[in-house]
């Protein structure tokens, strides 16, 4: 069953095409991995599911429904979180506080509920405090909740991202670039932990990702564009020995290279 659909979508700025009429499928429950050269639009496209760009042409469908032009606000309810390649943390505040924000689309207590310490109120405050302190420990982060969110190491602060992005009970998850920046051993631990939010949680993943270790490690599909263009598309095997993949990523010479290397 296809839980995302992007069909036709276009998103320029002035006259740079950066997304250019992409067609992309990601099944339920798959982990999914959009690829390509740095500048080659992915983080664009993140940006036109999650409501932060209109797109100018073209659908984009969450098990049917369109979402292209609604708000962020209005498409998180809906079942879609992410991550950011730049890591963005309310970086003074908690571990846990994080969290907390991260569910606000769940919560349903109001004004006068907090100020006049409602049941409501109570009730939300107890339960939202308790899942946030499970998806401390989901992520690995167990016992840091009270730190601030600045003072974690590099790893933790990507996880706690990670977990702020669940706090809201995503179908679907966009993870941008998770892995950057981190050394084997954690790159190895968010590795783990990707394959068990599609295995424990059933989450989707959508995956941008520059590590082909990871890529080629727990994707099932691969999509890779180039200057906005989808120019390859297939299981990570098919992918990597595509010519205009080789060609995007090491230039046509290098290209040529290997395939008469190959051949010899």
Same mark, same amino acid.
């Given at each position: 069953?296809?839980?995302?659909?992007?069909?036709?979508?276009?998103?320029?700025?002035?006259?740079?095409?950066?997304?250019?009429?992409? %067609?992309?499928?990601?099944? !339920? @429950?798959?982990?999914? *991995?959009?690829?390509?050269?740095?500048?080659?639009?992915?983080?664009?496209?993140?940006?036109?599911? /999650? $409501?932060?760009?209109?797109?100018?042409?073209?659908?984009?469908?969450?098990?049917?429904?369109?979402?292209?032009?609604?708000?962020? %606000?209005?498409?998180?309810?809906? $079942?879609? *979180? @992410?991550?950011?390649?730049? #890591?963005?943390?309310?970086?003074?505040?908690?571990?846990?506080?994080?969290?907390?924000?991260?569910?606000? /689309?769940?919560?349903?207590?109001?004004?006068? %509920?907090?100020?006049?310490?409602?049941? @409501?109120?109570?009730? !939300?405050?107890?339960? *939202?405090?308790?899942?946030?302190?499970?998806?401390?420990?989901?992520?690995?982060? !167990?016992?840091?909740? %009270?730190?601030?969110?600045?003072?974690?190491?590099? $790893?933790?602060?990507?996880?706690?991202? #990670?977990?702020?992005?669940?706090?809201?009970?995503?179908?679907?998850?966009?993870?941008? &670039?998770?892995?950057? $920046?981190?050394?084997?051993? &954690?790159?190895?631990?968010?590795?783990?932990?990707?394959?068990?939010?599609?295995?424990?949680?059933?989450?989707?993943?959508?995956?941008? &990702?520059?590590?082909?270790?990871?890529?080629?490690?727990?994707?099932?599909?691969?999509?890779?564009?180039?200057?906005?263009?989808?120019?390859?598309?297939?299981?990570?095997?098919?992918?990597?020995?595509?010519?205009?993949? #080789?060609?995007?990523?090491?230039? @046509?010479?290098?290209? *040529?290279?290997?395939?008469?290397?190959?051949?010899?």
């Amino acid at each position: 069953m296809t839980l995302l659909a992007a069909k036709g979508v276009t998103k320029s700025f002035g006259g740079l095409v950066a997304v250019s009429k992409l %067609d992309l499928a990601v099944e !339920e @429950r798959s982990i999914t *991995s959009i690829i390509g050269p740095n500048g080659a639009g992915k983080t664009t496209f993140f940006n036109c599911v /999650t $409501g932060y760009f209109k797109p100018e042409e073209g659908e984009i469908l969450l098990q049917g429904r369109p979402i292209q032009g609604m708000s962020p %606000d209005r498409i998180t309810p809906l $079942g879609i *979180s @992410r991550t950011y390649q730049n #890591i963005r943390l309310f970086a003074n505040m908690t571990a846990i506080e994080n969290i907390l924000v991260g569910q606000h /689309t769940r919560l349903h207590a109001n004004v006068p %509920d907090v100020l006049l310490h409602t049941p @409501r109120f109570f009730r !939300e405050e107890t339960e *939202s405090k308790a899942e946030a302190n499970r998806l401390l420990r989901y992520v690995g982060l !167990e016992g840091h909740g %009270d730190l601030l969110a600045r003072n974690l190491p590099y $790893g933790d602060q990507r996880r706690l991202e #990670i977990g702020r992005a669940l706090a809201s009970h995503p179908s679907l998850l966009l993870l941008d &670039e998770p892995t950057a $920046g981190m050394n084997p051993r &954690e790159t190895a631990e968010t590795m783990a932990l990707i394959q068990r939010l599609r295995g424990e949680m059933g989450i989707t993943i959508l995956l941008i &990702e520059h590590d082909m270790r990871v890529v080629m490690g727990i994707s099932e599909r691969v999509t890779v564009l180039d200057h906005g263009v989808k120019i390859s598309e297939g299981t990570p095997e098919e992918v990597q020995r595509d010519r205009r993949v #080789i060609e995007a990523y090491l230039g @046509r010479g290098a290209a *040529s290279g290997l395939a008469a290397a190959a051949e010899a």
